[in-house]
């Protein structure tokens, strides 16, 4: 069983960075590609980013190509994404999620974190 922790949101301006971490415990996590989501209010959760095992591939939805950057250290059990150029509309509740495949299908995933939230103020 694995257990994931997110931290790092927070309310920041339009135009400001921002860096989510996702701490893993209780499962071998060098075994999983790893994958960050994100849900705002009234509207279906929704995938931001991705990345293998071996962290030799990258996957990102189009919103957030070029400005986000997702990244993992096996030896420290993390994942991190750094988020540049924030705009309003990547306001939303940040979850990472873990799963043996490396997939952008959120039903795939097995485990969750509790998420954390980031808003963007214009």
């Known amino acids: 069983q694995v257990q994931l922790v997110e931290s790092g949101g927070g309310l920041v301006q339009a135009g400001d960075s921002l860096r989510l971490s996702c701490a893993a415990s209780?499962?071998?996590?060098?075994?999983?590609?790893m994958g960050w989501f994100r849900q705002a209010p009234g509207k279906e959760r929704e995938f931001v980013a991705a990345i293998m095992v071996r962290a030799g591939r990258t996957s990102y939805a189009d919103s957030v190509k070029g400005r986000f950057t997702i990244s993992r250290d096996n030896a420290k059990n993390t994942v991190d994404l750094q988020m540049n150029s924030l705009k309003p509309e990547d306001t939303a509740v940040y979850y990472c999620a873990a799963d043996i495949d490396f997939t952008s299908n959120a039903r795939r995933y097995d485990y969750w974190g509790q998420g954390t939230q980031v808003t963007v103020s214009s």
């Open positions: 209780g499962g071998i996590f060098s075994n999983y590609a």
